[in-house]
């Protein structure tokens, strides 16, 4: 199993290697200081488990799971100095915490869960978990964060697309499409908080489509309150008429 530590302490990531090397089967994947490093490190690395700290200086560890996208996080576990009343939240949605200061048993077994939810039950399970603990954290600076890459499932690998190159977003079920150019990826979130991830650039055409503005290149009328939008890549969507309000304001000059 490798082992991401994400902790803004040097002491701490220094103290969390160290134990993590004593313990056979783990190895450490790297180490990250800040969100943004968090958030590249995990896409270069592809780490199996993240030891996340809740507050990074400025930023949460929220702020990284929602940037990554709750459908390509790794097993998550916290690395915290809140109390455990605080974190009984994370409790219920099923994600292990270590308290602060970190011991070396309670780390262990936290590691040793993770290896067990890497069973393809239970990683199923995994970006419910996190949606859940996305929905319910107060405050959620993270729920108000727009992004402009989406971290993707590229194969066997995560990959960075940026929000420019998406032309349109559909709901699949119990996931969303995500179509850029003549590549489309397949992401296990809902409509809703992508399109609260792409924020306002993106245009709702009708309850199960977003579209970029910027990839339509002809709009047709259809019937009463529907149009066609005709894509840069060929697509061709119809828009609902309960939309329609949405639409008029893409074609105000």
Same mark, same amino acid.
Request: net charge positive; proline share 4%; glycine share 6%.
């Given at each position: 199993?490798?082992?991401?530590?994400?902790?803004?302490?040097?002491?701490?990531?220094?103290?969390?290697?160290?134990?993590?090397?004593?313990?056979?089967?783990?190895?450490?994947?790297?180490?990250?200081?800040?969100? $943004?490093?968090?958030?590249?490190?995990?896409?270069?690395?592809?780490?199996?488990?993240?030891?996340?700290?809740?507050?990074?200086?400025?930023?949460?560890?929220?702020?990284?799971?929602?940037?990554?996208?709750?459908?390509?996080?790794?097993?998550?576990?916290?690395?915290?100095?809140?109390?455990?009343?605080?974190?009984?939240?994370?409790?219920?949605?099923?994600?292990?915490?270590? @308290?602060?200061?970190?011991?070396?048993?309670?780390?262990?077994?936290?590691?040793?869960?993770?290896?067990?939810?890497?069973? @393809?039950?239970?990683?199923?399970?995994?970006?419910?978990?996190?949606?859940?603990?996305?929905?319910?954290?107060?405050?959620?600076?993270?729920?108000?964060? !727009?992004?402009?890459?989406?971290?993707?499932?590229?194969? $066997?690998?995560?990959?960075?697309? $940026?929000?420019?190159?998406?032309?349109?977003?559909?709901?699949?079920?119990?996931?969303?499409?995500?179509?850029?150019? !003549?590549?489309?990826? @397949?992401?296990? !979130?809902?409509?809703?908080?992508?399109?609260?991830?792409?924020?306002?650039?993106?245009?709702?055409?009708?309850?199960?489509?977003?579209?970029?503005?910027?990839?339509?290149?002809?709009?047709?009328?259809?019937?009463?309150?529907?149009?066609?939008?005709?894509?840069?890549?060929?697509?061709?969507?119809?828009?609902?008429?309960?939309?329609?309000?949405?639409?008029?304001?893409?074609?105000?000059?």
């Amino acid at each position: 199993m490798r082992v991401l530590i994400v902790d803004d302490e040097p002491l701490a990531r220094r103290g969390l290697r160290s134990e993590i090397e004593r313990l056979p089967g783990f190895a450490c994947a790297g180490e990250a200081s800040g969100r $943004d490093e968090a958030i590249a490190a995990i896409v270069e690395q592809q780490p199996d488990v993240v030891l996340l700290d809740v507050q990074l200086g400025r930023a949460t560890a929220f702020e990284v799971i929602e940037q990554i996208g709750v459908e390509s996080m790794p097993l998550v576990i916290f690395v915290t100095a809140y109390d455990q009343h605080a974190l009984r939240a994370f409790e219920v949605n099923a994600i292990d915490f270590v @308290l602060k200061p970190v011991d070396p048993d309670r780390l262990r077994d936290a590691l040793e869960k993770a290896t067990r939810q890497r069973s @393809l039950e239970q990683g199923a399970s995994l970006a419910e978990r996190l949606e859940r603990l996305l929905a319910t954290s107060t405050p959620q600076p993270a729920a108000r964060t !727009t992004i402009d890459r989406l971290v993707v499932p590229d194969g $066997d690998r995560l990959a960075f697309v $940026d929000v420019r190159t998406v032309e349109w977003i559909e709901a699949s079920g119990n996931y969303v499409r995500v179509h850029a150019g !003549t590549r489309s990826y @397949l992401l296990r !979130t809902t409509m809703n908080r992508m399109a609260g991830r792409v924020g306002g650039t993106f245009v709702r055409v009708r309850r199960s489509a977003l579209v970029n503005p910027q990839a339509i290149v002809t709009v047709e009328r259809y019937a009463k309150g529907m149009f066609v939008l005709h894509l840069r890549s060929g697509a061709r969507l119809i828009s609902s008429r309960h939309h329609q309000a949405e639409i008029r304001k893409i074609l105000v000059p």
